[in-house]
């Protein structure tokens, strides 16, 4: 079928699709505001196209497990807690302006992005281990984020921690719920004979996702080149930093479990969903521009983490 090859073709190719999309949406004129209502939408739409690849009851058993909840928490909180903290005190230490260092500690609070499950899947890393991940952060993060926020940050507007947890709560279980009626419509034989398709699916909602976050973004550039290049630097920076120290930490150790963990953390500790404060906060340019200036590396990332991964695997 048509619709599958050309499905097929974008999932071979997904990572350069994902960098090249991000010059179009630059491109597409300013379709109003009203598109960003459809970004949940979006993103349940990323989650189930990952999540439907997964064995999810095999999974739910597995995170049940005491061991695996006392591990996932423990990430889960140094990903949350412990990375804002140390973002903080260098940030501190280089004098950050003011106006950055509210960016980057909203960016370093947010819980990982949907995209990290499918991405982990892509790049051969533990697709499970980063599903758990995600679903535990973003269940803390709603209240982990907003505490920190006012720790760390002055004048900041109150968030509603129990309407965060409630929208990112219905965007995982509406994922989780497609990917189970997409798995028992088609059967898992068939989704196993068709992955790349499902990773061009993916493709596809990382594509319409940069539409609604880039939408305006080409005028705020033109009228500030130099605040969207510092921007795209200060995003870069933070993202392949973090990516870059978990992959030099997963060298040293001999153990394949153990690096494999730490290359899933590399996923997860660089792309977070900055949106998610983005649309909670009151609207500020420099968010705006920093969360759109946000998706390079975060589109970047499959073909930075896999370079990467080969490097280092090569140089064992």
């Known amino acids: 079928m048509p619709f599958i090859s050309g499905l097929s073709f974008l999932g071979t190719h997904a990572r350069l699709c994902l960098p090249l999309g991000i010059l179009v949406a630059l491109l597409l004129p300013d379709v109003g505001s009203q598109i960003r209502h459809f970004v949940p939408y979006i993103i349940v739409m990323i989650y189930a196209s990952a999540m439907i690849r997964l064995d999810l ?3 739910l058993r597995g995170s049940l497990k005491p061991r695996r909840i006392v591990q996932n928490i423990g990430f889960s909180l140094g990903i949350l807690v412990l990375v804002p903290c140390l973002f903080f005190i260098i940030a501190q230490g280089l004098g950050l302006p003011d106006e950055f260092l509210s960016v980057l500690i909203w960016y370093a609070v947010a819980p990982p992005i949907a995209s990290t499950i499918w991405m982990c899947l892509l790049l051969g890393f533990r697709p499970v281990l ?3 991940l995600v679903v535990m952060t ?3 993060a709603p209240f982990t984020g907003p505490f920190l926020g006012n720790l760390f940050l002055t004048d900041v507007v109150p968030l509603n ?7 990112l709560a219905l965007m995982i279980i509406g994922g989780a719920g497609l990917a189970i009626l997409g798995q028992l419509a088609l059967g898992r034989q068939r989704i196993t004979r068709n992955e790349t398709a499902f990773d061009g699916l993916s493709t596809v909602a990382m594509l319409l996702f940069l539409i609604p976050v880039f939408n305006g973004t080409s005028t705020q550039i033109a009228a500030d080149p130099y605040l969207a290049i510092q921007l795209l630097c200060l995003a870069v920076l933070v993202n ?3 990516q870059l120290f978990m992959i030099s ?3 040293l150790f001999q153990q394949p479990h153990r690096r494999d963990s730490l290359n899933v953390m590399a996923v997860i500790t660089g792309n977070r969903n900055v949106g998610l404060y983005y649309a909670a906060l009151p609207y500020d340019p420099v968010m705006s521009l920093f969360t759109a200036m946000y998706q390079v590396p975060l589109y970047l990332t499959p073909l930075f983490l896999g370079w990467l ?3 280092s695997t090569k140089d064992r």
């Open 249 to 251: 930490t997963a060298f």
């Open 57 to 59: 009851w095999e999974a």
């Open 130 to 132: 980063a599903m758990e």
């Open 309 to 311: 991964s080969r490097r």
């Open 138 to 140: 973003s269940l803390l």
């Open 240 to 242: 392949f930093g973090s």
């Open 161 to 167: 921690s129990f309407d965060l947890f409630v929208r």
